[in-house]
């Protein structure tokens, strides 16, 4: 049985028939550090007092947010090795032999299914490995303490598969590269949740971390504009392409929204969800019969493989 809770169970207990303290948690008093961390995360992230009382009453750390440690973790290593072998941390995508990498997305190379997945562990340079960790963590972390590594994982991934074939459709010729189209699935999902909620977000000074959140994610989006239309260091194969980052804000405000207002309610309850899953599939399938067959349609000369 599943242990999330139906839309009749959370109705009965809006209507009082769980009974829960009439003082908020942020009236509670004499709490461990580790208590306040957990009602820290609970006022971040969950918009209804009631989901907040749930959540600090039944969280227990296990299993702990592993999913997006996990994959920072492997995202630090890879750019790290990366950079040791190619002598070179910042704008580590000049390097001529940067684009060899088998994890790198490349048009070419499209064929070979992996990369839309593997290009998420290969960065453009330290400037681009640093904000999307920093978003990473300060964002991820506290959405996989609340809603579960599944839940998280799944609007993550989709964000980075969803930013691949966005490339792949509308920037044909350009490579891909970074974790970008995942980061900005879960903080854009999350911006949205604050703003469509904001009433019920008791998190403390929401609009200037809202303003910092958004100028961070509008200079790493600049940084990968211009080093898109930047003279290439590999002729003619361009740098790589930006547009992975609004597939991934494309899946945060719909699947990402529709997760994060549905603390433990199921999701196959919620009619939004059916519906942004069918837009979903219906991209990911027109993607890859674009992918079969425009390119040969279209007469589209591609830059050689790396």
């Known amino acids: 049985m599943s242990n999330k809770r139906s839309n009749s169970f959370r109705q009965a207990i809006l209507q009082g028939n769980r009974r829960l303290s009439s003082k ?3 009236e509670e008093k004499g709490l461990s550090l580790s208590q306040r961390l957990i009602r820290h995360v609970a006022y971040e992230t969950l918009p209804r007092e009631i989901d907040r009382k749930w959540y600090y009453d039944s969280y227990t750390c296990c299993p702990p947010p592993w999913f997006m440690v996990t994959v920072t973790l492997l995202e630090v290593a890879f750019f790290l090795y990366n950079g040791v072998s190619l002598g070179q941390f910042v704008l580590q995508v000049t390097h001529p032999r940067y684009l060899k990498n088998s994890l790198v997305y490349h048009p070419q190379l499209r064929a070979q299914a992996w990369r839309y997945l593997t290009y ?3 960065h453009a340079g330290i400037e681009h490995l640093g904000l999307n960790v920093v978003l990473q ?3 991820g972390v506290p959405l996989e303490m609340v809603h579960g590594a599944t839940r998280i994982g799944l609007v993550y991934m989709a964000g980075v598969v969803a930013g691949s074939l966005a490339v792949s459709v509308a920037d044909m010729t350009a490579p891909v590269v970074g974790s970008s189209g995942g980061v ?3 903080v854009s999902a999350h911006l ?4 469509m909620n904001w ?4 998190c403390q000074f929401k609009l200037l971390r809202m303003a910092v959140a958004l100028i961070c994610m509008s200079m790493e989006f600049g940084r990968a504009v211009w080093l898109r239309f930047h003279p290439s ?3 003619p194969c361009p740098h790589p392409s930006f547009v992975a980052h609004l597939g991934g804000v494309a899946v945060g405000i719909t699947l990402g929204v529709v997760v994060l207002r549905n603390y433990e ?3 196959q309850d919620q009619s939004l969800w059916w519906i942004f899953v069918a837009m979903y599939t219906v991209f990911v399938l027109f993607a890859v019969f674009w992918n079969i067959f425009a390119y040969t349609l279209l007469d589209l000369k591609l830059p050689p493989p790396p």
């Open 24 to 26: 908020a948690l942020l």
């Open 120 to 122: 998420i562990f290969m």
């Open 137 to 139: 963590l300060l964002v």
């Open 184 to 186: 900005y699935a879960l």
């Open 192 to 195: 949205a949740n604050i703003v």
């Open 199 to 202: 009433s019920g977000m008791k």
């Open 233 to 235: 260091a590999y002729p």
């Open 265 to 267: 309610q199921r999701l």
